[in-house]
Structures are given as C-alpha cells and as structure tokens.
C-alpha cells in the first residue's frame, strides 16, 4: 500500500516543515509515502467561502485516482487512540492500494470532496491550525508505523 498525503497550500513554517520532513524519512522505512501539495488559490477576495471550498474541491478531485481509498482529516471524523489508529492501518494495508490522506484549506472541503471521501478522521476535538495539523499528522502516521512493527517509539 503507498499512502499519499495531499495538502492545500504549502507549509509555511520553516520549523514545521523541518519536522514534517524528518516524518517523512522515517515513515518511508515503513511503506511507501509522498505528500502532494495544490497550490494556494490566488485572488480570493472576491470568491465566497463556498467558492473558494468548491474551487479547492475541484483541484482535490483532479489529485484523486479511481481506485483510490480517500480519508479526509476533518473535525468531524473517528477520532483515535494511537493503538487503535495503528490498528485501522494495518487494516488498510490489507485492502488499499493507495491510501489518500487529505488536508484541506481553510473554510473546509466542498460537498463533492465528501461525496468521493471513503472516510473522515479527526485528530482531536481540539483545534488546531492546517499547518500543525501536517506536522501532527506525519507523526501520528510514523508513530502508527513503529506501533505495527513493535517498535518502543510508543509506550503503553
């Protein structure tokens, strides 16, 4: 299984990138992964939110494959202990042959996006910002890898 997380927007944040990037090496000893990123919309003073969301949406379904599993990170998703997302990875390694992973910008995903998501997770009730969220999101996938093998990164 190869897992794909695709952003809106780049990463901003020196630190967070940095971080993000040591994820990504370390998660590639486990399976294949690759992060995809759709450029920032441009003049958006005059687009609603719904416009922007749906303009967005169109880029995102452009990234998405037929056959691909779609789980979109949304505050309205499963929410996970660390063990138990491990768990339903391991699961999709067994029926997915690319797990697609998506952030979206910041009013959201339009309603064909959720329409096409097989899934939605939420990596807490709290906020966070869509930068962060990258960086938490790496490391949770990196700690889910080291889970499955047994590895001590994660302790009981």
Same mark, same amino acid.
């Given at each position: 299984?190869?897992?794909t ?12 990138? !940095? ?36 303009? !967005? ?28 997302y ?32 097989? !899934? ?15 960086l ?19 302790? !009981?």
């Amino acid at each position: 299984m190869k897992v794909t997380l695709l952003l809106v927007g780049k990463t901003q944040n020196k630190l967070f990138q !940095e971080a993000i990037n040591d994820y990504v090496g370390r998660i590639e000893h486990y399976l294949p992964f690759n992060i995809v990123t759709i450029a920032d919309l441009k003049n958006t003073k005059n687009l609603s939110e719904q416009q922007q969301k749906d303009a !967005e949406g169109a880029m995102i379904l452009k990234e998405i494959q037929s056959a691909d599993t779609v789980v979109l990170l949304d505050e309205h998703g499963k929410e996970f202990r660390s063990v138990d997302y491990a768990q339903w990875l391991q699961k999709k390694q067994n029926t997915a042959k690319r797990l697609l992973f998506v952030i979206g910008g910041a009013y959201g995903f339009s309603e064909a996006v959720y329409k096409r998501a097989n !899934e939605k997770i939420s990596l807490s009730k709290m906020t966070f910002s869509h930068q962060m969220v990258r960086l938490i999101f790496t490391e949770q996938l990196y700690r889910a890898c080291t889970i499955i093998k047994g590895e001590p990164y994660h302790h !009981e």
